[in-house]
């Protein structure tokens, strides 16, 4: 468990969060190399399959990072989002998954430090949390770090 | 449509528990309009019950199928190159789906994976509202187009009764009282006198009462 290095999925939308990951690149913000990016057209094209998959792949904590609440691109997509992670985090607890393990975040595509920021703060969440209970299962309790590969 | 609702993956993993492969079968039809079991839905369950059971330390195999429709036998015939490599059988659809899976399938288990809850029309998105029961003798063409057997706590042929309060029906507020759209409707109509005509009893034979009901059509049926 002291080795555990968590495997986060980041559903990152296009306009704004991906954005903003490319500014803390450049402004040389450092954060978790634990984060996938999967990138979006808008954080609302994310669908529940996306996220339980994602868990069911072994992830120990996913996220969804969209616009600033106001400022989709698409209106009110962020909003969508929100909604839905609220929905999928339920159906999490009745899987037995605890539903911090899933989280939606908001940030503008200037926001560099905030993603940063988000990933690190996820990251340092989840490694407190522990491997998710299908990570563990899929890959042993001993051999956690053995995941990067099947995701 | 038939609309349902999906049944607590507790209840759902203790009908599977005793068996190793499962086929999980959805359907194209009213189920997947009101997301319940759908493609989708199909996809989210077998996630679901695979973690679920991961988690427990049981090993289900969950294979997956949508049907155009479940209600239909000529589609349910698509599910005889898989039956045979499965344990029992897990159906998303309707309690109609369910029951034709089983009247095709003799020898294979049959589970419902939702609660089929009734006919209904869509209020907006993600809200659905009975509008409907199947009664046999359709009067909305008396009531101004709004179904007081559907939407009445009390099924009154003569409403409203004393507790409609301000549109509202007594069991809720959030419960539109029938009789008072019927009136908003009639009103609306210019057909105000249709109001105080009497409606005799209803004769509930045709809605069910005379037992299971069955449409033959003879120019159709083999």
Same mark, same amino acid.
């Given at each position: 468990?002291?080795?555990?290095?968590?495997?986060?999925?980041?559903?990152?939308?296009?306009?704004?969060?991906?954005?903003? !990951?490319?500014?803390?690149?450049?402004?040389?913000?450092?954060?978790?190399?634990?984060?996938?990016?999967?990138?979006?057209?808008?954080?609302?094209?994310?669908?529940? #399959?996306? #996220?339980?998959?994602?868990?069911?792949?072994? !992830?120990?904590?996913?996220?969804?990072?969209?616009?600033?609440?106001?400022?989709?691109?698409?209106?009110?997509?962020?909003?969508?989002?929100?909604?839905?992670?609220?929905?999928?985090?339920?159906?999490?607890? $009745?899987?037995?998954?605890?539903? $911090?393990?899933? $989280?939606?975040?908001?940030?503008?595509?200037?926001?560099?430090?905030?993603? !940063?920021?988000?990933?690190?703060?996820?990251? $340092?969440?989840?490694?407190?949390?522990?491997?998710?209970?299908?990570?563990?299962?899929?890959?042993?309790?001993?051999?956690?770090?053995?995941?990067?590969?099947?995701? | 449509?038939?609309?349902?609702?999906?049944?607590?993956?507790?209840?759902?993993?203790?009908?599977? /528990?005793?068996?190793?492969?499962?086929?999980?079968?959805?359907?194209?039809?009213?189920?997947?309009?009101?997301?319940?079991?759908?493609?989708?839905?199909?996809?989210?369950?077998?996630?679901?019950? =695979?973690?679920?059971?991961? %988690?427990?330390?049981?090993?289900? +195999?969950?294979?997956? =199928?949508?049907?155009?429709?479940?209600?239909?036998?000529?589609?349910?015939?698509?599910?005889?190159?898989?039956?045979?490599?499965?344990?029992?059988?897990?159906?998303?659809?309707?309690?109609? &789906?369910?029951?034709?899976?089983?009247?095709?399938?003799?020898? /294979?288990?049959?589970?419902?994976?939702?609660?089929?809850?009734?006919?209904?029309?869509?209020?907006?998105?993600?809200?659905?509202?009975?509008?409907?029961?199947?009664?046999?003798?359709?009067?909305?063409?008396?009531?101004?187009?709004?179904?007081?057997?559907?939407?009445?706590?009390?099924?009154?042929?003569?409403?409203?009764?004393?507790?409609?309060?301000? &549109? =509202?029906? +007594?069991?809720?507020?959030?419960?539109?009282?029938?009789?008072?759209?019927?009136?908003?409707?009639? %009103?609306?109509?210019?057909?105000?006198?249709?109001?105080? +005509?009497?409606?005799?009893?209803?004769?509930?034979?045709?809605?069910?009462?005379?037992?299971?009901?069955?449409?033959?059509?003879?120019?159709?049926? +083999?």
């Amino acid at each position: 468990m002291e080795n555990f290095e968590p495997v986060i999925v980041a559903f990152c939308c296009h306009y704004c969060a991906y954005t903003a !990951a490319d500014m803390a690149g450049s402004q040389r913000l450092a954060y978790p190399a634990n984060v996938k990016i999967i990138r979006v057209p808008c954080s609302s094209k994310v669908d529940a #399959l996306h #996220l339980v998959k994602a868990f069911e792949k072994g !992830a120990d904590g996913v996220y969804v990072a969209g616009c600033l609440e106001g400022d989709c691109h698409f209106k009110n997509g962020n909003a969508r989002a929100a909604r839905l992670v609220e929905n999928v985090q339920k159906y999490l607890d $009745e899987i037995g998954i605890e539903r $911090e393990r899933l $989280e939606m975040v908001m940030m503008s595509a200037g926001m560099g430090y905030r993603f !940063a920021q988000a990933a690190t703060e996820m990251t $340092e969440k989840i490694r407190k949390l522990g491997p998710s209970p299908i990570h563990v299962a899929l890959v042993g309790k001993e051999n956690t770090s053995q995941l990067t590969g099947i995701i | 449509m038939i609309t349902a609702e999906r049944k607590p993956l507790e209840e759902l993993i203790e009908y599977l /528990k005793p068996f190793k492969r499962v086929l999980l079968v959805g359907c194209n039809e009213c189920v997947t309009v009101c997301a319940a079991g759908g493609r989708k839905e199909v996809g989210l369950l077998a996630s679901g019950l =695979h973690m679920a059971m991961l %988690k427990s330390g049981t090993n289900v +195999e969950i294979r997956e =199928h949508t049907l155009e429709r479940q209600c239909d036998p000529e589609y349910v015939n698509e599910l005889v190159s898989m039956i045979d490599g499965v344990d029992a059988v897990m159906s998303m659809a309707c309690g109609c &789906g369910v029951q034709e899976i089983a009247r095709r399938f003799k020898d /294979k288990p049959v589970f419902p994976a939702v609660n089929t809850k009734f006919m209904g029309a869509s209020e907006r998105q993600g809200v659905w509202s009975e509008r409907c029961q199947g009664c046999g003798d359709c009067l909305l063409g008396q009531t101004g187009g709004v179904c007081p057997i559907a939407r009445c706590a009390k099924q009154l042929m003569n409403g409203p009764c004393g507790g409609s309060t301000g &549109g =509202h029906c +007594e069991i809720g507020d959030d419960v539109d009282c029938a009789w008072a759209l019927i009136w908003e409707r009639l %009103k609306a109509l210019g057909q105000e006198e249709r109001f105080v +005509e009497i409606t005799p009893a209803k004769d509930w034979r045709p809605g069910g009462g005379a037992g299971p009901r069955k449409i033959i059509r003879e120019d159709l049926a +083999e």
